[in-house]
């Protein structure tokens, strides 16, 4: 049976809404947290990385490593020209020396003094005489010790070693270059573990997540796959990149071929506002914006509802108003639904 209808003078036609049911897929709205996965890229490094340094400088006459080498605590890195430091340390030895007869010599004529005088044959003057010298010799002697002291180490210091176990990074310094005190001769990489370094985009809420974990992967390397912890987020945004860098430590065993400088990509989950997600075919236009068609349970018959879409995806939308969790809506289907329309639901599969 169908129903005529008059409009501008011609006759439109409309299915009767106790016509057969409309087999349709339907399915009940809930509440849900989705997850998005944020990708980002960046380096391995390491955790702690130093240069080092000579505290003197000289003239290099040799360095002993090269970038990648492996040395241990105490092993050595470089040396430089060792020339006055020795000849600094032999004159402080001599001083020494010298100091040491002094003070002999002082106190000798300190113990004849007072035997002088206790035997009545000296005077108490020559007591504080020879006293002051001794005295004098004490801290003449105390301070070429330090002086020997000072020059051992200076000569201890043209031969750098590492501080500690580690890898070198760089090398700055070849033979025959002046090093200024503190200039770097190496740079080193201890063993104390990786971390990726990431420039993420800003708007990312990603202090939320700090002690989270993070898949990474390296780049060259895409089925190998690392586990690791974010220990850092940058509270300020770069200028010149307009990105926060993020760090993660690594805490599984890092794969062959993964050294410093390897790019890497970090997958971290994240949460995102609560709201009910549809399959993208449920939804519909009505003249203020988007809608979907909601069933009444009772009576099977659908009414077509505007909503408020917070998030498109690939295959879904993110409803934040509109309908509420319980809600059952129209699928595939809805493009042949008009209001009051009855439906009849498809089990899943057909």
């Known amino acids: 049976m169908q129903r005529i209808f008059l409009a501008a003078g011609f ?9 057969d049911p409309l087999p349709v897929h339907i399915v009940t709205a809930e509440m849900t947290v989705p997850l998005t996965e944020v990708a980002l890229t960046g380096t391995l490094q390491a955790i702690e990385a130093f240069p080092v340094s000579f505290p003197q400088g000289g003239r290099v006459i040799s360095v002993a490593v090269r970038d990648g080498d492996r040395v241990v605590a105490g092993q050595e890195l470089a040396r430089v020209d060792p020339t006055q430091a020795d000849a600094a340390l032999r004159a402080a030895t001599a ?7 002094a003070l002999r010599e002082a106190q000798q004529a300190s113990d004849r003094a007072q035997e002088l005088l206790s035997r009545g044959a000296g005077t108490r003057a020559d007591v504080d005489t020879a006293t002051k010298t001794l005295l004098s010799a004490q801290a003449s002697r105390d301070q070429a010790d330090a002086q020997l002291s000072k020059a051992r180490t200076a000569q201890g210091n043209t031969v750098l070693t590492a501080p500690r176990a580690g890898t070198v990074t760089a090398r700055a310094a070849e033979p025959g270059q002046v090093m200024n005190p503190g200039q770097k001769v190496v740079s080193m990489a ?100 988007p809608a979907v068609w909601t069933v009444d349970p009772a009576s099977m018959t659908v009414s077509q509802v505007p909503v408020t879409v ?33 439906v009849a639901p498809v089990k899943a599969g057909n």
Do not use: C, H
């Open 11 to 19: 006759a439109l036609l409309a299915p009767l809404a106790s016509a």
């Open 95 to 101: 001083g020494l020396n010298g100091s040491d007869a």
């Open 190 to 289: 201890a063993d104390a573990g990786l971390e990726a370094v990431f420039n993420a985009p800003d708007g990312v809420n990603l202090e939320a997540f700090l002690g989270d974990k993070i898949t990474l992967t390296p780049v060259d390397q895409p089925d190998l796959t690392m586990d690791g912890t974010i220990t850092e987020v940058s509270p300020l945004v770069d200028p010149n990149t307009g990105s926060v860098v993020v760090k993660a430590r690594v805490d599984s065993a890092v794969p062959d071929g993964a050294v410093f400088g390897t790019p890497v990509i970090g997958r971290l989950t994240i949460p995102q506002v609560r709201g009910i997600t549809l399959p993208w075919t449920a939804l519909t236009a009505l003249a203020g914006g």
């Open 310 to 342: 917070s998030a498109y995806g690939g295959d879904t939308v993110r409803l934040s108003g509109g309908i509420t969790p319980g809600t059952m809506v129209v699928t595939d289907g809805s493009q042949l639904l008009f209001p009051g329309r009855d």
